[in-house]
Every structure is written in C-alpha cells, then in structure tokens.
C-alpha cells in the first residue's frame, strides 16, 4: 500500500503558475513512491497534464458534468476530462454541495458518468458542526454513502471523508476523530476502498493522520497550493505508510 496524496487547489492557479508548480514539484520527486495527484481549475488543466506528462505527478478535475455533451452552458463531461488526460475527477465536494447547491441525486449521476468514461472518482463525504455536535456523524455519513452510490460500483472509487467544520478553517479533526468515522466507512462498504482524510490538513498533522489505521492518505486544499508544503505532507504519508507497513 502507497499513501495517495491530492491536492485540491480550488479557484487557484492559472495555467502559468500551474506549469511551475509541477516543475518545482517534480524537481523532488525522485524517489517519492506514492500516489500523488492534483486537481487545478479546468483551463490550468492542460498545461498541468503536460507539465506532468514524464512525471509521476497525475491530474485531476474537481469536478464535471454528468451528461456526455450538449446544451450545457458552462459545463464539461468526463469524455472531455479523459480526452485532456486527467485521471480522477472530485464529485460532491462540500462546496460543490453548498455554495452551488449539488444534491446527492446529482452527485450520483456524476459518478456513473465519470466511472462509465473510466475516470477514477474522489467522492467527498462529511458532517457539518451541527451534525457532529448533536451526534449526526454516522447518521450522516451512512445517508450520504446510500445516496450517492446508489446502484454504484465502488471497485474504483476513492472516498474522501472531509468534516466541513475542518475544511478550511484551520480545525482539524483529531486522528482519533477522523479514524472512527473512516473505520465506519470502511466497514460500511465492505473494505478494499480507498479513504482519505481532508480538512485543514497541514505538514504538521499529516503524519499523525495518516499513521491512523484506516486513513489510506490525504485531500489537501490550502496547504497544496505550494509545492515545499505539498512535499512535505507527501512525506508525512511516506513515513506513516513505512510505519504501518
Ligand atoms: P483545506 O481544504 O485543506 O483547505 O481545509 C480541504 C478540501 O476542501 O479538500
């Protein structure tokens, strides 16, 4: 098992800022054996892809649409995202969910799309405050894991388990937090899933996370827009992995 380590730049990077990420990126990824990916805005895609193409580096969307083409203003399909050579496509993301108000039917139709053009999901997941304070976690969860993959095959799909109240907010969830929920998520689908942790993950927290039995590597938004930090958090996975080896 190798940590998978993403990074989820949101509205950041242009195609030129992109371009240098992964050439500085790169410059220390020698003997770096884990799964790295990142996930620029859709115009900074290309330049990423081929940034990346000699590299390990691979590359994803942070989302898309679920039809394959046509009268969508504003939209892109998992044909084109494969055809651009991205990899793995982020669907649900709390922000997708709340800011532009996605809802678990949608976000359904989404992952048969992006897994029928054979593109490998990030599905996010998490409980707002609100929820975990009145003890919601697992109800939540359990709802969101039925809804969105109904009648999906999970084979190919990786979950992100991101507590909104950690996201962005410099809140973590504490190791032991994050494990039991993705014990739970584990246990719910059977295992052989994919799971990672993500909200305000940072150098600092990463290893003691990704230590954690269940946390199969990390989603990182603020914290992977520069690639010294990104690095350092790919190296926190590295040294958990060799740990729980
Ligand atoms: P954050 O974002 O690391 O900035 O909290 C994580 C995410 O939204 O995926």
Redesign the pocket.
């Known amino acids: 098992m190798r940590p998978l380590v993403a990074g989820?730049w949101k509205m950041n990077h242009t195609p030129t800022s992109g371009e240098t990420f992964i050439k500085e990126l790169d410059g220390r990824m020698d003997k770096v054996d884990a799964d790295v990916v990142v996930f620029p805005p859709f115009v900074t895609i290309p330049r990423v892809v081929e940034a990346a193409r000699k590299t390990r580096i691979k590359v994803g969307a942070q989302n898309m649409f679920w039809k394959d083409k046509g009268a969508f203003t504003g939209e892109v399909s998992a044909e084109m995202l494969l055809d651009a050579g991205v990899e793995y496509v982020i669907i649900g993301?709390?922000?997708r969910r709340n800011i532009f108000g996605e809802s678990d039917e949608l976000i359904n139709l989404k992952l048969k799309s992006a897994l029928k053009a054979g593109l490998k999901p990030v599905l996010c997941i998490g409980e707002k405050l609100e929820e975990r304070e009145s003890g919601m976690t697992m109800d939540r969860i359990k709802f969101q894991l039925n809804a969105d993959l109904s009648g999906v095959d999970v084979e190919n799909i990786v979950i992100?388990y991101?507590p909104i109240w950690?996201?962005?907010?410099g809140r973590t969830a504490t190791p032991e937090q994050a494990e039991e929920v993705h014990g739970f998520i584990s246990e719910f689908l059977g295992g052989g899933v994919k799971i990672l942790y993500?909200?305000?993950?940072k150098p600092t927290n990463a290893y003691q996370l990704m230590v954690q039995p269940h946390i199969d590597g990390v989603?990182?938004?603020?914290?992977s827009l520069k690639p010294d930090t990104f690095y350092d958090i790919i190296l926190a996975g590295l040294k958990a992995f060799e740990e729980k080896r």
Request: aromatic share 0%; hydrophobic share 35%.
């Open positions: 989820n993301h709390s922000e992100a991101e950690a996201i962005g907010t993500g909200g305000s993950v989603l990182v938004g603020g914290a």
